[in-house]
């Protein structure tokens, strides 16, 4: 097998689930540092407006249904035409779930798998299939959780959409042979819309497990991120763990 030069930086990102919460804070990182970024969500929200207006020529944000494969698929050439190729993408759209496996409606069931999974690896496959046409290298970051690796009550449906995805992050890694450094990074929980379904209870038990006592924040797992997308570096394959160690 012929020897490759590293992956290099990536030098225009995608992020789905930019709205709000990590996503938001990634996607403000990235443009600081003068690299295009490209977002969707279902709603654009007032920030993500505020970062159009101060960085009008390396930014693009649309309202996205990841589900609507047809829609996403529109949204990512609209990216190529104002930004270039996407050499960088950033799966971390996802909903949450805070209802036992019993008393979960299996059309629920089917959103979740749907949204944190399915439509995922369609647009990687989308993706990925456009750069590598192109003769391109890229960056692949997949926002799995702690949930993929522990059990946690009232997350089943989630924990497996995220083990998934997890699972096909080394997959992808192997498949490419060196063209796309793919990772995946498994926060632990942290606050937001998402998280705030967690009750005192079980908010307590992660916070007595965790040695320093307090919950991961986004701008913990930002600088990962990051360092996945631009830094140098030969990690591959991995699900990195940020949960200040509360699942060791
Ligand atoms: N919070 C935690 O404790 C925690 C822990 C570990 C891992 N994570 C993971 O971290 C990532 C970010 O979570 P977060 O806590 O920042 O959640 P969040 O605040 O609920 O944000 C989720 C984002 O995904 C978007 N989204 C949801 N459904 C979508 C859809 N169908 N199409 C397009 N966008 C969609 C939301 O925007 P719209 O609603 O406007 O579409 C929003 O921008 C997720 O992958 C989550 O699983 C979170």
């Known amino acids: 097998m012929s020897e490759l030069e590293p992956v290099p930086a990536a030098s225009v990102v995608l992020i789905s689930g930019a709205s709000r919460g990590l996503g938001l804070a990634m996607v403000t990182d990235l443009l600081e540092r003068g690299v295009k970024v490209a977002a969707f969500a279902r709603t654009i929200t007032p920030e993500l407006e505020a970062l159009a207006v101060q960085y009008p ?12 494969a047809a829609g996403t698929q529109v949204f990512v050439k609209e990216v190529e035409a104002k930004l270039g190729v996407i050499d960088g993408l950033v799966n971390n759209a996802a909903v949450g779930q805070d209802s036992l496996h019993v008393h979960t409606a299996p059309e629920r069931i089917e959103q979740i798998i749907e949204t944190n999974l399915t439509a ?19 960056r692949l970051v997949n926002v799995t959780s702690i949930c993929g690796q522990r059990g946690y009550p009232g997350l089943v449906a989630y924990s497996a959409t ?13 498949e490419m042979s060196g063209r796309v450094l793919a990772n995946a990074v498994a926060p632990g929980f942290f606050a937001s819309e998402m998280s705030a379904v967690l009750g005192q209870t ?12 307090r ?33 060791i």
Do not use: H, Y
């Open 162 to 174: 995220k083990a998934g995805l997890d699972g096909a992050t080394r997959s992808i890694a192997r």
């Open 120 to 138: 995922p690896l369609v647009l990687t496959r989308f993706w990925l299939r456009r750069l590598l046409g192109k003769g391109r290298r890229g």
């Open 202 to 213: 079980q908010l307590d038990a992660i916070l007595r497990r965790t040695p320093s006592g």
């Open 57 to 68: 020529d390396t930014s693009c944000f649309g309202s996205v249904d990841i589900t609507d």
């Open 215 to 247: 919950l991961t924040t986004p701008e913990e797992v930002v600088p990962v991120v990051r360092m996945l997308l631009l830094e140098d570096t030969n990690i591959n394959g991995q699900a990195i763990v940020i949960d200040g160690a509360g699942s």
